[in-house]
């Protein structure tokens, strides 16, 4: 089971928008749409921001998108904030055997 | 509002068996289905297992010989054992609430080192 094949780091200036790409395989993120993204803000607690690809949470703000395209998910993050600037991870469920896999986290700069 | 606590020994020797109980609080265990992830310091997460309420489990295939998880519904508790450590266990172990195929609720995790 490897990891999920994030950029180590991205950045961005304030008001941009930036994509974080999750690259796996077909047996995983090509497989199916339960890929979800997570921030984790320093000495913080991971928080779910997409589900399903592209579903937000209640309360998640909706400048934040996921997609997908064969065996790669991206995360949007439009209109950046300071705030943003965070650790991001995706995951991805696993049919065979039933698992779940995560990325190795993106940490985005906002500049 | 729920709340997940993990609670556990911080400190483990090599070759022994690091366990850890999550109490969850405001919620019903015996309705959701329970996660553990693990971050090394300064590293990312790593999906350990998950405990539906139907029953079963599933398992990081890469730690599966090694892991066991239950639920005890009496006492509201979501449980993790995993045999055998090294030095490589050591991580903020968290207890995730698994819904609608995310990780959406997480308790505020737990490091534990494994050391002599």
């Known amino acids: 089971q490897s990891a999920l094949t994030q950029p180590a780091s991205m950045s961005g200036s304030p008001g941009q928008s930036i994509t974080i790409s999750c690259t796996g395989t077909y047996s995983d993120v090509g497989a199916h749409n339960y890929v979800s993204w997570y921030q984790q803000h320093p000495g913080k607690v991971p928080k779910l921001i997409i589900f399903d690809v592209n579903n937000r949470p209640s309360g998640v703000s909706n400048r934040f998108s996921g997609s997908k395209s064969g065996n790669t998910a991206s995360l949007t993050i439009s209109g950046l904030q300071a705030e943003d600037e965070a650790d991001y991870y995706c995951a991805s469920y696993i049919i065979r055997p039933p698992s779940w896999v995560f990325g190795g986290g993106t940490k985005l700069t906002v500049l | 509002q729920m709340h997940l606590q993990e609670s556990g020994p911080r400190l483990v020797k090599p070759s022994e068996t690091l366990a850890l109980t999550c109490t969850v609080s405001?919620?019903?265990?015996?309705?959701?289905?329970w996660t553990w992830v693990r971050q090394p310091p300064g590293k990312g997460l790593e999906y350990i297992a998950t405990?539906?309420?139907?029953?079963?489990?599933d398992y990081n295939p890469s730690l599966k010989s090694r892991v066991t998880v239950s639920l005890d519904e009496s006492k509201s508790h979501f449980s993790l054992q995993l045999t055998s450590v090294t030095a490589a266990d050591t991580a903020v172990y968290y207890c995730?609430?698994?819904?609608?195929?995310?990780?959406?609720?997480w308790g505020q995790g737990t490091l534990v080192t494994v050391s002599s």
């Open positions: 405990a539906f309420m139907t029953g079963a489990i």
């Open positions: 995730v609430r698994y819904r609608q195929r995310g990780f959406d609720y």
């Open positions: 405001g919620a019903s265990i015996s309705s959701d289905d």
